[in-house]
Each structure stands twice: as C-alpha cells, then as structure tokens.
C-alpha cells in the first residue's frame, strides 16, 4: 500500500561538464543534458503518474518539461523543497579554484560533511530535513499503489537516498548519483525504501 516514487536527477548542464558549482544558480541543461533528458522521458512514457513536481531550478524543471510531454494530462508543480542545496558564496566557483583558495574547509568536507555549512548557505542536515518534509505533504494527497514523479538536483537526491537507505549523511558519497538518473524509492508513512538507484540504462553516452 505504499507511493512509489521516480526521483530523477536533471540532465547534465555546461556546469557539470566543466565541473562549477551550481548551487540555486539558473543553469539551463546542454546539448547532452537534452538529450539525457529526452531519453529518460522515452524510458518513462507509460508509466502512469499521478503528478509531476519539480525544482524551480531552471535544470530540474527543463527535465521535468521534457518528461511530461509525454504525459499531458498530468500536473506539473514546482516544489521549492527540490531546490538544490544553498552553496551560498561557493556558487558558480570552479572545482579547481574552490580546492585551491578553501584547502581548510576542503578537509572539514571531507571528514564531517554531514556537519559542515557552506558559508553562507545549508548543511546536508537542513537540506535532508526540507526534502523529506516537502515528500511528506506532496505525498499526502495520493493514494496508495500511485506514482509520482520528482525532479531534483544531486545533493538533494543523495539526502533522499541516504534517509531511505537507512545510512547516514556521513557516507553520502558511497551513493551514485548521476546526471539524467532514476531512483525508484516507496513510501508507507514514515518508512521509505529504494528499489532502483541511479539507473541510466535508458541513456547512450
């Protein structure tokens, strides 16, 4: 008697080729992230969706479009709780430059993730907090055994993953999450599951 849910992650933007920080930034999928996209749209085409929510971000919602083209019928809301987490003075930073110029908070990202907050932004704690509760209320007016669709950002997934694979946010890294990826997760009040994660066989790179 539980939802099922399809979490996707967004297509790849010219930022993920060329490894920049995103962040709350409007960064528009490329070429390739269409492409992903389409071809998660394609694989999705049958599934029978009660709803659509998507991130705000222009990313997430530029996949969500795609995909429910293919569903016309079916609403699509933006759900400020996908947005992707707050990297506050860190967006729009290259990689490179970012190991660089913050080699100290570099080394407290790596040993305590979960308890570090960008300058200016969220921790992984506040980010898993709102997604969780913004899946709580979206989910409420569904019944069982229907599917919805969410469309989101990396970050925000690997916190959804993490709290329903029963792992800490410590050991978010042990998680995939690629660009144009489905997770299948369900949900039965508080308890939620995953049955796919990062699935991309729908996609030809």
Not at 30 to 58: C, F, V
Not at 83 to 110: C, I, N
Request: glycine fraction near 6%; charged fraction near 25%; charge should be negative.
């Amino acid at each position: 008697m539980a939802i099922r849910i399809l979490l996707t992650r967004h297509g790849e933007t010219e930022w993920n080729r060329t490894h920049r920080f995103q962040g709350r930034l409007g960064v528009p999928l490329n070429e390739k992230g269409r492409g992903q996209a389409a071809s998660l749209a394609l694989s999705l085409k049958y599934e029978r969706l009660a709803a659509i929510y998507s991130s705000p971000l222009e990313r997430a919602m530029e996949t969500a479009l795609i995909i429910a083209a293919y569903h016309p019928s079916v609403p699509i809301y933006e759900e400020e709780g996908l947005l992707e987490m707050d990297l506050g003075k860190f967006d729009g930073m290259e990689a490179k430059s970012w190991v660089k110029e913050y080699p100290e908070f570099l080394e407290e990202w790596q040993k305590n993730p979960s308890g570090v907050r960008m300058p200016g932004g969220e921790n992984l704690q506040e980010v898993q907090e709102r997604a969780l509760q913004a899946i709580d209320r979206i989910s409420q007016p569904h019944p069982p055994e229907t599917s919805i669709l969410l469309s989101s950002h990396n970050f925000v997934n690997l916190t959804i993953l993490c709290h329903a694979k029963k792992i800490p946010l410590a050991r978010f890294r042990e998680i995939p999450q690629q660009t144009g990826a489905l997770n299948i997760l369900f949900k039965e009040g508080r308890d939620m599951w995953v049955q796919v994660l990062n699935d991309r066989s729908h996609i030809q790179d």
